[in-house]
């Protein structure tokens, strides 16, 4: 995937192998077209880049695919703050204020009146992806779930949710799906969330055959599940995804939805009635959000855990 910026490579390259731009340019392109390409105010024909790396003693065809035009480079920008932006709403939506809110809709907007990128059907999928997100925050379920299923539909013309399990998901489509369960469970539709998520959950289990990008994925999944499973009051069901989750985050070696996997077995704990083992495993929990440095999470359990029994983890 291109992750540099054209004009600064080159000028990177250059000064790099201690060459002034009259050395790289003649006969190529003149000195001041060099110049404008390395400042990102143009982009050179595909034939005079080739010659320039070819100077710079670098194979072309290896290089070229890393290399972004000026206008790649800020479209490529303004994705990545869309992804980082859209991950806050899927974590916790109440986290988003007015200001964040338009920012994002601003950015989408950009990446719309670029009609070369939205030429290419998985950037409009993209597009739509982060709308969606964007809609849910919105609480505008309608709107979220058209969103929602326009993206699906990209990759998966035929969607059907009671075949989720059955679908090869690229990663976009997993997110869309996660958040059709979103849509759902704020719905209190806990019973379809549930069966959306327990698809997912098989799908990536039989799919994905690296443990570690398995973990990785599986421990968003059950997390969400374990999320909604005690919503809707199954305990016994929310212990059993936990252990599984916990299990696999070990294998993995992958722990950043291990705490929160471990807070939802302590809740299901305290909705079995076992008080003592729940305050002793919330404590645990505590503590490694504070290790973390998650302090939101932290007090969130500290304050939940003193409403729940009185204790108070922060006396300790």
Known sequence: MPSYELGTMIKKLRTQKGISQEELAYPIVSRETLSRIESGKVSPHTKSMKALLER??????????????????????????????????????????????????????????????????????????????????????DNTLQLVYKALNITIPTFDEKKISEYHLTKIDQEM??????????????????????????????????????????????????????????????????????KLCHEGKVYLNYRAIAWYKAKALFMLGKTDEYITYARKVYYAFDLYDEINNRDYVRNDVLKDTGVDFYEY
Do not use: W
């Not at 799906?177 to 469970?185: A, F, K, N």
């Open 177 to 246: 799906i996660v958040t059709l369960s979103l849509v759902h469970r704020y719905a209190k539709r806990y019973a379809h969330a549930i069966d959306v998520l327990y698809q997912l959950k098989e799908n990536e289990a039989k799919s994905i055959l690296d443990v570690q990008l398995r973990a990785r994925k599986l421990s968003v999944t059950i997390r969400a599940l374990a999320h909604v499973l005690t919503l809707d009051n199954r305990p016994h069901e929310v212990i059993d995804i936990c252990d599984e989750g916990m």
């Open 56 to 141: 710079l003693g670098y194979d072309p065809t290896e290089l070229f695919q890393f290399f972004l035009t000026t206008d790649e480079a800020e479209t490529n920008r303004i994705e990545n703050e869309l992804f980082t932006l859209t991950s806050v709403i899927q974590r916790n939506k109440s986290e988003i204020d007015v200001e964040f809110s338009n920012k994002i809709a601003s950015l989408i907007q950009k990446l719309e009146n670029n009609k070369k990128f939205m030429e290419n059907p998985l950037n409009q999928q993209f597009v739509l992806k982060t709308k969606a997100i964007y809609y849910f925050y919105l609480e505008d379920d």
